[in-house]
């Protein structure tokens, strides 16, 4: 359903790569609101997923960009104002991406190397993104940016590895140039902490399917799905949430506020307690991982 809550704006949408990803969903749900979008990934990105569907679906041109990189940005940047004739009204950052965890280097074993790559394409690709896109003075007044988080950036998650510094980073960013970009021209910046959902992202943190099931059953209202995360992002997008900035803003059912639900208590009592895991299916430890 339609409510024309994006009608006759416009505004760049960073990191859908296949139906699958958050970024995907949100495009999808801003042109059905009457959003004028540009597309953007990566040209690796580009190459393995499957964006020009979207971009033909969505009437949106594709212009490639690595987030990391300035100049990208700023040739970016320059050719979605020339596509829409001048300063648009919100971005989208949705790109994450550890290299320590796609090669199994775990918490107490980083690579640094990989480590900065991390937090350049998770974090501080969202500072280089928000200070070109001041710089260029490319959004219009009260202009709306929002990126994706992960409550591990507050909360331990057994296996979310370095992507959990990552977050604590991006959040920080939204509020330090989110006071900076509200005060002068009145664009605000938040970030929407999202449930566990399962994406090509998704699916690279460790035991996915568990942390979705364990998500599901302590959140009251279940899980948020891609899908609702898109509904979420366009009311941040529209004119209805001008005065909110500088936020973190948990979309994830209520998991974020519980500490325990009756329905986690009582897969809990009816499977295997700590000490049954250990004594019975790991008599000599589960030697699997280090971070257990
Ligand atoms: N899936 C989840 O469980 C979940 C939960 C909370 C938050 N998030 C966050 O949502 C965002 C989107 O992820 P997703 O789950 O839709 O997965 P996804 O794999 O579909 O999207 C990640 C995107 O990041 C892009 N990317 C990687 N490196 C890049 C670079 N250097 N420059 C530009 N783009 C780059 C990828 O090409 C891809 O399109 C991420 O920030 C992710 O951390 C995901």
């Known amino acids: 359903m339609s409510f024309n809550l994006l009608k006759g704006k416009k505004g760049i949408i960073f990191g859908a790569l296949n139906e699958q990803s958050i970024a995907w969903k949100v495009a999808e749900r801003a042109v059905e609101e009457g959003a004028e ?5 990566t040209p690796v990105s580009l190459r393995m997923g499957t964006l020009n569907e979207l971009a033909a679906k969505c009437n949106a041109p594709v212009i490639a960009a690595d987030a990391t990189s300035v100049a990208d940005l700023e040739h970016l940047v320059d ?15 949705s790109i994450g991406m550890s290299p320590n965890v796609r090669k199994g280097r775990t918490y107490d074993d980083l690579d640094y190397d990989y480590l900065q790559k991390t937090l350049d394409i998770s974090a501080i690709s969202f500072h280089k993104m928000i200070q070109v896109l001041r710089k260029k003075d490319a959004l219009r007044e009260w202009g709306s940016i929002v990126a994706l988080s992960y409550i591990a ?19 920080s960013i939204a509020r330090s140039f989110g006071y900076i970009y509200g005060r002068e021209k009145h664009v605000r910046i938040n970030t929407v902490s999202q449930s566990p959902t399962p994406t ?36 941040l997008f529209s004119d209805l949430t001008r005065k909110v900035t500088m936020q973190n803003l948990f979309h ?17 009592e009816k499977g295997l307690r700590f000490e049954d895991v250990h004594e019975h299916q790991f008599p000599f430890g589960t030697g699997d991982n280090k971070e257990e």
Do not use: W
């Not at 979008?37 to 990934?41: D, E, F, G, K, Y």
């Not at 004739?85 to 919100?90: L, S």
């Open 37 to 41: 979008i540009v597309l953007t990934n």
């Open 79 to 93: 050719e979605a104002m020339k596509h829409f004739g001048g300063p648009f009204d919100f971005a989208l950052h």
């Open 153 to 171: 950036a507050q909360r331990t998650l057994y296996g979310y590895n370095d992507m959990a510094d990552a977050k604590a980073l991006l959040e």
């Open 200 to 235: 090509t992202a998704g699916n690279g943190v460790l035991g996915l399917k568990d942390l979705m099931e364990f998500a599901e059953s302590m959140s009251p209202l279940g899980n948020a799905s891609a899908n609702d995360c898109a509904d979420y992002v366009l009311t």
């Open 252 to 268: 994830d059912g209520g998991f974020s506020s519980m500490g325990m639900s009756r329905r986690a208590m009582r897969t809990y």
